[in-house]
């Protein structure tokens, strides 16, 4: 049976979901139809969607249509969960990119629209709600054409808007549609005109990757429907046309067409261009092509965790065939798998199938080694396909459970999350001890804190991550320090004089041994470094780490009978408190190294609120109507970074950032953080 892979995309509320369901509906793989409201729907099945009302992970939905079976990916909206996005492009062969006939083109559609651009995807759009109050398509296409690409033609016109929409008119059938049954009725006398004009400009644009028709249609020959819809199939797919059809997913008006559509103009897995892979055994990079007869190869694009079921792995096949209760190759991870039980998904429902097939998608659970972005493959034919590019993320806090008995259990539950989640991450601060959990933005990681409750019954809060400030001196000095005891018995003796100098930023801290003469038995000595690389973990500011300072023992004194370890270790302890008080100590921060990729027009406002953030440009690359900013700022002012980037460029700029060096906190800033810190205390 031939296959089409589809990705529906679209801005936050579009009406991808309601699509979807329609879709479902209409071509008998449910009986019953849902809506996003009452959180019915087939593809919207986690509780937190449901309640939510957003989709929140992309889900499976095969259908079959006109003898063909065809699965969509319905991919959430929110910006947060691109991660999301980027697995189901990477296994489609065709995107539907969904569009709200009152809001227009959003600034998700635009990113929607750039991904399936990269990933060179052939699109259908879809342009929804013209039942809506405001709902203009004219309009709605004036702004596709603009924003996205003028080869954005449409293949249908609606008839009425708003609350009198009534069907579509077909440009290449010249035919009417009425209501959800489709019935098919003459074009409006009204709209004749409009339409030839508009199947004149299609045709047109059609007919161009085809020279024996062009020539046809400058020789004013007739073209019939058959060749029109070939020359729109082959324009569509080499990218030059982006067929736009209309409807009310919620009425179920102009759905059918789109499944016509998916089934006429987008490719089958051979149509389109072969992936290449690397042949692990000769390091070459080969082409697999879709076809059943040739070893297996596969990759898994998602991977959930669930407390019940288990792990279930998500993979398409592109070459070969993969059965129930076989073994395969993982050339990402060396080594044997074990493939128990195939399904294919439709929501959350498994359907058992015995294999599947080059170009087809399917599901298998409890896989042991295998996560997302591995590829399954014959150990004797060992290949790996590209994997997917995630989103960076740039969004930190600090994660820890309410209760201190549950911190083993969200050390074991983070791991999974992370294994279902590529674009999280997470590690430990060492400067701060803390548990650092980083994301795409602050809705992405408030759904990440829900899951881990409702799946793992781990209850754990979010705060900002603390700022790892460190401690040290800005001038030489020299510090004494005796250490006396006495308590009938032994008493205690150890006397150290330490110089103090810093060292320039990175420098790090050194201890070194200048005694002269045995003023300090050399069994000692070790004690006194003990004891000064105890007392740098404190500062004398606000009790930070010391750095970026050199520490000389040059002299000293001891008691034959009353001196120990101990208390020598006590004596370099003190000393060192007592020469970093007389060292002009400063605070240092972390500064971070930004680069900022945004569009131009946004380049005053990005580095007007770079000044407010004590940052600095270094440097501007503008090319394509883009502009990447290179910039530092203290991390301090960095920590809800994404979330102001994404609202002073309404989501369109993106960054990258990496510690660069330690810097002197300025004076007022420093007081007030050792204040906040001692009130802390």
Same mark, same amino acid.
């Given at each position: 049976?031939?296959?089409?892979?589809?990705?529906?995309?679209?801005?936050?509320?579009?009406?991808?979901?309601?699509?979807?369901?329609?879709?479902?509906?209409?071509?008998?793989?449910?009986?019953?139809?849902?809506?996003?409201?009452?959180?019915?729907?087939?593809?919207?099945?986690?509780?937190?969607?449901?309640?939510?009302?957003?989709?929140?992970?992309?889900?499976?939905?095969?259908?079959?249509?006109?003898?063909?079976?065809? %699965?969509?990916?319905?991919?959430?909206?929110?910006?947060?969960?691109?991660?999301?996005?980027?697995?189901?492009?990477?296994?489609?062969?065709?995107?539907?990119?969904?569009? !709200?006939?009152?809001?227009?083109?959003?600034?998700?559609?635009?990113?929607?629209? %750039?991904?399936?651009?990269?990933? %060179?995807?052939?699109?259908?759009?879809?342009?929804?709600?013209?039942?809506?109050?405001?709902?203009?398509?004219?309009?709605?296409?004036?702004?596709?054409?603009?924003?996205? @690409?003028?080869? !954005?033609?449409?293949?249908?016109?609606?008839?009425?808007?708003?609350?009198?929409?009534?069907?579509?008119?077909?440009?290449?059938?010249?035919?009417?549609?009425?209501?959800?049954?489709?019935?098919?009725?003459?074009?409006?006398?009204?709209?004749?005109?409009?339409?030839?004009?508009?199947?004149?400009?299609?045709?047109? #644009?059609?007919?161009?990757?085809?020279?024996?028709?062009?020539?046809?249609?400058?020789?004013?020959?007739?073209?019939?429907?058959?060749?029109?819809?070939?020359?729109?199939?082959?324009?569509?797919?080499?990218?030059?046309?982006?067929?736009?059809?209309?409807?009310?997913?919620?009425?179920?008006?102009?759905?059918?067409?789109?499944?016509?559509?998916?089934?006429?103009?987008?490719?089958?897995?051979?149509?389109?261009?072969?992936?290449?892979?690397?042949?692990?055994?000769?390091?070459?990079?080969?082409?697999?092509?879709?076809?059943?007869? @040739?070893?297996?190869?596969?990759?898994?694009?998602?991977?959930?965790?669930?407390?019940?079921?288990?792990?279930?792995?998500?993979?398409?096949?592109?070459?070969?065939?993969?059965?129930?209760?076989?073994?395969?190759?993982?050339?990402?991870?060396?080594?044997?798998?074990?493939?128990?039980?195939?399904?294919?998904?439709?929501?959350?429902?498994?359907?058992?199938?015995?294999?599947?097939?080059?170009?087809?998608?399917?599901?298998?659970?409890?896989?042991?080694?295998?996560?997302?972005?591995?590829?399954?493959?014959?150990?004797?034919?060992?290949?790996?396909?590209?994997?997917?590019?995630?989103?960076?993320?740039?969004?930190?806090?600090?994660?820890?459970?309410?209760?201190?008995?549950?911190?083993?259990?969200? @050390?074991?539950?983070?791991?999974?999350? !992370?294994?279902?989640?590529?674009?999280?991450?997470?590690?430990?601060?060492?400067?701060?001890?803390?548990?650092?959990?980083?994301?795409?933005?602050?809705?992405?990681?408030?759904?990440?804190?829900?899951?881990?409750?409702?799946?793992?019954?781990?209850?754990?809060?979010?705060?900002?991550?603390?700022?790892?400030?460190?401690?040290?001196?800005?001038?030489?000095?020299?510090?004494?320090?005796?250490?006396?005891?006495?308590?009938?018995?032994?008493?205690?003796?150890?006397?150290?004089?330490?110089?103090?100098?810093?060292?320039?930023?990175?420098?790090?801290?050194?201890?070194?041994?200048?005694?002269?003469?045995? #003023?300090?038995?050399?069994?000692?000595?070790?004690?006194?470094?003990?004891?000064?690389?105890?007392?740098?973990?404190?500062?004398?500011?606000?009790?930070?780490?010391?750095?970026?300072?050199?520490?000389?023992?040059?002299?000293?004194?001891?008691?034959?009978?009353? @001196?120990?370890?101990? #208390?020598?270790?006590?004596?370099?302890?003190?000393?060192?408190?007592?020469?970093?008080?007389?060292?002009?100590?400063?605070?240092?921060?972390?500064?971070?190294?930004?680069?900022?990729?945004?569009?131009?027009?946004?380049?005053?406002?990005?580095?007007?609120?770079?000044?407010?953030?004590?940052?600095?440009?270094?440097?501007?690359?503008?090319? %394509?109507?883009?502009?990447?900013?290179?910039?530092?700022?203290?991390?301090?002012?960095?920590?809800?970074?994404?979330?102001?980037?994404?609202?002073?460029?309404?989501?369109?700029?993106?960054?990258?950032?990496?510690?660069?060096?330690?810097?002197?906190?300025?004076?007022?800033?420093?007081?007030?953080?050792?204040?906040?810190?001692?009130?802390?205390?």
């Amino acid at each position: 049976m031939p296959i089409r892979n589809v990705v529906l995309l679209s801005h936050q509320g579009a009406g991808k979901t309601s699509l979807a369901e329609f879709i479902l509906f209409t071509s008998g793989a449910i009986q019953r139809l849902g809506n996003v409201k009452d959180g019915t729907t087939t593809s919207d099945y986690d509780p937190l969607e449901v309640e939510r009302h957003m989709g929140i992970n992309l889900s499976l939905l095969p259908i079959q249509w006109q003898g063909m079976k065809l %699965n969509l990916i319905d991919t959430p909206g929110y910006a947060d969960f691109i991660g999301e996005v980027r697995s189901g492009l990477r296994v489609t062969e065709g995107a539907i990119i969904v569009i !709200c006939a009152a809001s227009g083109v959003e600034v998700g559609t635009e990113q929607m629209w %750039n991904d399936a651009e990269k990933a %060179n995807l052939p699109r259908l759009i879809f342009v929804n709600k013209m039942d809506r109050d405001n709902a203009d398509f004219f309009s709605t296409l004036k702004g596709i054409q603009a924003k996205l @690409s003028p080869k !954005c033609l449409p293949l249908q016109l609606p008839i009425g808007s708003q609350s009198d929409f009534q069907g579509i008119i077909d440009l290449v059938a010249m035919k009417a549609y009425i209501g959800a049954a489709s019935q098919e009725a003459e074009i409006p006398s009204t709209l004749r005109e409009q339409a030839e004009a508009s199947r004149e400009k299609l045709v047109e #644009a059609a007919v161009e990757v085809d020279d024996e028709l062009i020539n046809k249609y400058l020789g004013g020959e007739p073209i019939n429907n058959e060749e029109i819809f070939a020359a729109i199939k082959k324009s569509t797919i080499a990218g030059k046309l982006v067929p736009v059809f209309v409807g009310s997913a919620l009425q179920g008006i102009g759905t059918q067409q789109v499944l016509n559509g998916i089934c006429s103009y987008l490719p089958s897995p051979e149509e389109k261009d072969a992936i290449v892979a690397k042949n692990v055994s000769t390091g070459n990079q080969e082409e697999i092509k879709p076809n059943s007869e @040739s070893p297996v190869s596969g990759l898994v694009f998602k991977t959930t965790a669930d407390p019940y079921v288990g792990k279930l792995s998500y993979f398409r096949i592109y070459s070969g065939v993969i059965s129930s209760n076989s073994q395969v190759w993982n050339a990402n991870k060396n080594s044997m798998e074990r493939i128990g039980q195939l399904f294919t998904m439709l929501g959350k429902n498994q359907q058992t199938v015995p294999q599947v097939t080059a170009g087809d998608i399917g599901a298998v659970a409890r896989l042991s080694l295998t996560t997302t972005g591995d590829t399954l493959c014959a150990r004797e034919h060992p290949v790996i396909l590209p994997g997917i590019e995630f989103p960076k993320a740039n969004f930190s806090m600090a994660i820890q459970p309410q209760e201190k008995t549950d911190l083993d259990k969200m @050390s074991t539950v983070l791991p999974r999350i !992370c294994e279902e989640d590529p674009s999280l991450q997470t590690r430990r601060e060492a400067d701060t001890n803390e548990f650092i959990i980083s994301g795409v933005g602050d809705n992405h990681l408030e759904i990440v804190r829900e899951k881990i409750r409702r799946k793992f019954g781990v209850e754990v809060r979010l705060d900002l991550p603390m700022i790892p400030y460190k401690e040290t001196i800005t001038m030489s000095t020299k510090a004494e320090y005796k250490h006396r005891k006495q308590s009938g018995g032994h008493g205690q003796y150890g006397h150290v004089l330490l110089e103090l100098e810093p060292l320039p930023r990175g420098g790090g801290f050194e201890f070194a041994k200048k005694i002269v003469g045995g #003023a300090i038995p050399h069994n000692y000595i070790p004690s006194v470094e003990k004891g000064v690389n105890e007392a740098k973990q404190e500062g004398v500011l606000a009790g930070y780490p010391v750095v970026d300072v050199k520490v000389s023992l040059y002299d000293g004194s001891f008691h034959a009978v009353d @001196s120990s370890d101990i #208390a020598f270790k006590i004596a370099g302890a003190q000393a060192l408190k007592k020469g970093l008080s007389q060292g002009q100590p400063v605070l240092v921060e972390p500064i971070m190294n930004l680069t900022i990729t945004v569009p131009e027009m946004y380049t005053g406002d990005i580095t007007s609120d770079l000044n407010t953030k004590r940052g600095r440009v270094l440097g501007m690359n503008p090319a %394509n109507g883009i502009n990447v900013i290179e910039a530092q700022a203290p991390y301090a002012e960095l920590l809800r970074y994404a979330l102001n980037l994404r609202s002073l460029t309404q989501g369109r700029g993106s960054f990258v950032m990496g510690f660069d060096h330690y810097e002197e906190v300025p004076a007022h800033l420093s007081q007030k953080i050792i204040a906040d810190k001692k009130k802390a205390e």
